[in-house]
Nanobody, 114 residues
Framework: QVQLVESGGGLVQAGGSLRLSCAASRSIDRVNAVGWYRQAPGQRESVARIDSGGKTDYAHSVKGRFTISRDSAMNTVYLQMDSLKPEETAVYYC?????????WGRGTQVAVSS
């Protein structure tokens, strides 16, 4: 079963940028989709998703500021986050849709200071 490891989180000022990485233990070409969720206290939100055909979807709140991409050769999916806002402070998780269930990484903390 594929395993996912997120990295790239940290502390950034409002308006700043971070790039998150999701490294898979094996090829992600056969998974249905890879996505990013974020979890703040009492709230979980789907942020972005890229499917096996390269189609991307974004939460309305991040459109135009976040970009999801993948490097199949590196088995890695990225989330470029620009113009970050303090309310986007959360743990960001990578997920893989393998059909019957989702695989989750352990998350990476993003903190945006005002």
């Amino acid at each position: 079963q594929v395993q996912l490891v997120e990295s790239g989180g940290g502390l950034v000022q409002a308006g700043g940028s971070l790039r998150l990485s999701c490294a898979a233990s094996r090829s992600i070409d056969r998974v249905n989709a890879v996505g990013w969720y974020r979890q703040a206290p009492g709230q979980r939100e789907s942020v972005a998703r890229i499917d096996s055909g390269g189609k991307t979807d974004y939460a309305h709140s991040v459109k135009g500021r976040f970009t999801i991409s993948r490097d199949s050769a590196m088995n890695t999916v990225y989330l470029q986050m620009d113009s970050l806002k303090p309310e986007e402070t959360a743990v960001y998780y990578c997920t893989a849709d393998v059909g019957k269930y989702y695989i989750w990484g352990r998350g990476t903390q993003v903190a945006v200071s005002s």
